[in-house]
């Protein structure tokens, strides 16, 4: 079936450091592929997205590149902030059927 | 625009009680989801539903649970009778077809039941 894997958390980086949280898929067809984030106490926000292989998603920072060779889709930001701590969801849709297919998060915390 | 919205935002009850949660989707949106999240099982799809009709409903725990949606801007989930490993977040999501399309969720429902 289809799945998601994520790395191991929780991962603690000090302030201004390199970020990269690996995501991994198994999917029948051709997935789009999401990246979600959780602030303590909210739902999940869309962080980025691509639909198709070597599309880049970005927003506020972070990227990520649908990787079809490899089927993964890792997380990167080059300068994380305090405000970056939050739980992150790597999430596929297999196309024809809309539901969203998640990995089991992981959780971010940034020192000052 | 207003986002999903979801009440009761908490929610405390005893074992046993019936407990309803609601959701209001995004207008035209024709995807409506109902997720749980807990610290053992993370995130897991309950059920959804394509204009007010169930797709799959291969995730409902057990028949104590149940969901309706009566109309393209309403829909429930129900626990009849509730027990405490219901505790938990429970998220209404929406989105508009086709796949690959965004899906936005409501701030959850946190559940305990005692």
């Known amino acids: 079936g289809d799945s998601v894997t994520q790395m191991e958390g929780p991962v603690t980086l000090s302030e201004e450091a390199f970020l990269t949280i690996n995501c991994t898929y198994t999917?029948?067809?051709?997935?789009?592929l999401f990246w979600y984030v959780q602030y303590p106490g909210e739902g999940l926000q869309l962080l980025l997205k691509?639909?198709?292989?070597?599309d880049k998603g970005s927003n506020k920072g972070f990227e990520a590149t649908y990787r079809k060779e490899t089927t993964s889709f890792h997380l990167e930001k080059g300068s994380v902030q305090v405000s970056d701590s939050a739980v992150y969801f790597c999430?596929?849709?297999?196309?024809?059927?809309?539901?969203?297919?998640f990995g089991q998060g992981t959780r971010l915390t940034i020192n000052p | 625009d207003a986002g999903v919205i979801q009440s009761p935002r908490h929610e405390v009850t005893e074992m046993g009680q019936e407990v309803t949660l609601r959701c209001k989707p995004i207008s035209g949106h024709d995807y409506l989801f109902w997720y749980r999240q807990t610290m053992m099982r993370g995130l897991e799809l309950l059920i959804y539903f394509n204009n007010n009709v169930p797709i799959d409903d291969s995730g409902m725990p057990e028949d104590r649970f149940s969901a309706k949606m009566p109309n393209a801007s309403f829909s429930t989930l129900k626990i009849q009778p509730s027990e405490p490993r219901d505790s938990a977040v429970y998220f209404c999501?929406?989105?508009?077809?086709?796949?690959?399309?965004?899906?936005?969720f409501g701030e959850g429902s946190w559940l305990t039941v005692v």
């Open positions: 691509a639909t198709k292989a070597d």
């Open positions: 999430a596929l849709n297999v196309r024809g059927a809309q539901k969203l297919v």
């Open positions: 999917a029948t067809g051709y997935p789009s």
């Open positions: 999501a929406s989105g508009e077809g086709p796949s690959g399309n965004t899906i936005y």
